[in-house]
């Protein structure tokens, strides 16, 4: 039996296969290995295997995907939280670009993308992400992310980039005002998270040419700083994961052609992939 879970700063999808058609797939509360605090890891770990019934003797070697979990301290601290519950498992842990690599493009190379809450992109070939672009976080990068987009958001709302009535529609329908969005950046724990919660109301109202130009200008930045400077082939199409390139698809699509990139699949949420990839792939 293994365990694979591929873990954003938002949420965390499992699945449990013996490897063959018998899966189980949950979700629980996801976590960034590098920001997160130990034992906000260790609770989410915890919460998911014991509210979903996980026999930790029965699992043989776990397959990690997570947002941080770059090599040194964000991989070690996944893995010696999950050692704790799985004491007889083979554990191995791989940054989430790794898994968007794997889940997308399996055995093919290509342009490996993440637009969730935050952003993250490199080319993916053999098994692994070669070359690729820091995305910096939320704070000096992230472009096009649900963290970069939601900050563009309310800092048009606030800095009267947009006629007011855009500002009362917001605070009605995200019930919040002004202190809200300070509070939630600057005293939450997850500021983050609290940002691309705001992209639901941007979804929302999209055919609103001044939400489309919104997200297409971060699209825009995407592509100009994270895969254009990518030393790839040209002939590489990318493909993206998360929830903003979901929603998103047309807008991201339209970007994409803007800038010569053509995109092979955009796959919400890759969990079902990566079953598939280590079902087929003996590493």
Same mark, same amino acid.
């Given at each position: 039996?293994?365990?694979?879970?591929?873990?954003?700063?938002? &949420?965390?999808?499992?699945? +449990?296969?013996?490897?063959?058609?018998? +899966?189980?797939?949950?979700?629980?509360?996801?976590f960034?290995?590098?920001?997160?605090?130990?034992?906000?890891?260790?609770?989410?770990?915890?919460?998911?295997?014991?509210?979903?019934?996980?026999?930790?003797?029965? #699992?043989? &070697?776990?397959?990690?995907?997570? *947002?941080?979990?770059?090599?040194? #301290?964000?991989?070690?601290? +996944?893995?010696?939280?999950?050692?704790? %519950?799985?004491?007889?498992?083979?554990?191995?842990?791989?940054?989430?670009?790794?898994? *968007?690599?794997?889940?997308?493009?399996?055995t093919?190379?290509?342009? *490996?993308?993440?637009?969730?809450? @935050?952003?993250?992109?490199?080319?993916?070939?053999?098994?692994?992400?070669?070359?690729?672009?820091?995305?910096?976080?939320?704070?000096?990068?992230?472009?096009?992310?649900?963290?970069?987009i @939601?900050?563009?958001? +309310?800092?048009?709302?606030?800095?009267?980039?947009?006629?007011?009535?855009?500002?009362n529609?917001?605070?009605?329908?995200?019930?919040?005002?002004?202190?809200?969005?300070?509070?939630?950046?600057?005293?939450?724990?997850t500021?983050?998270?609290f940002?691309?919660?705001?992209?639901? %109301?941007?979804?929302?109202?999209?055919?609103?040419?001044?939400?489309?130009?919104?997200?297409?200008?971060?699209?825009?930045?995407?592509?100009?700083h994270?895969?254009?400077?990518?030393?790839?082939?040209?002939?590489?199409?990318?493909?993206?994961?998360?929830?903003?390139?979901?929603?998103?698809?047309?807008?991201?699509?339209?970007?994409?052609?803007?800038?010569?990139?053509?995109?092979?699949?955009?796959?919400?949420?890759?969990?079902?992939?990566?079953?598939?990839?280590?079902?087929?792939?003996?590493?």
């Amino acid at each position: 039996m293994f365990l694979i879970a591929d873990c954003g700063s938002t &949420k965390c999808d499992w699945a +449990v296969s013996n490897g063959d058609e018998d +899966v189980k797939f949950f979700s629980g509360v996801g976590f960034n290995a590098i920001h997160s605090k130990d034992e906000v890891i260790l609770l989410a770990i915890k919460n998911a295997i014991s509210s979903n019934g996980i026999d930790t003797k029965s #699992i043989d &070697k776990i397959y990690f995907y997570g *947002a941080g979990c770059i090599e040194g #301290i964000g991989a070690e601290k +996944v893995s010696y939280t999950l050692k704790y %519950f799985f004491q007889n498992s083979e554990i191995y842990t791989f940054d989430d670009l790794t898994g *968007a690599g794997r889940a997308i493009f399996k055995t093919d190379p290509g342009i *490996a993308c993440i637009l969730g809450t @935050g952003c993250n992109s490199g080319v993916y070939s053999n098994f692994e992400i070669g070359d690729h672009i820091y995305p910096m976080g939320y704070i000096i990068g992230d472009e096009g992310s649900g963290a970069s987009i @939601g900050k563009r958001l +309310v800092n048009a709302i606030y800095k009267k980039e947009l006629p007011d009535t855009y500002r009362n529609l917001f605070e009605k329908e995200c019930m919040m005002s002004y202190d809200d969005v300070i509070y939630g950046v600057y005293r939450s724990d997850t500021p983050a998270v609290f940002l691309a919660s705001l992209v639901p %109301f941007i979804h929302e109202h999209i055919n609103d040419p001044i939400f489309r130009n919104l997200v297409f200008c971060e699209f825009d930045l995407f592509f100009n700083h994270n895969i254009i400077r990518l030393d790839r082939p040209k002939n590489y199409s990318a493909g993206f994961v998360g929830s903003i390139a979901s929603y998103f698809e047309d807008i991201l699509r339209d970007a994409a052609r803007f800038h010569g990139i053509t995109i092979s699949s955009i796959i919400q949420r890759p969990i079902q992939r990566l079953v598939e990839f280590h079902n087929e792939v003996s590493l």
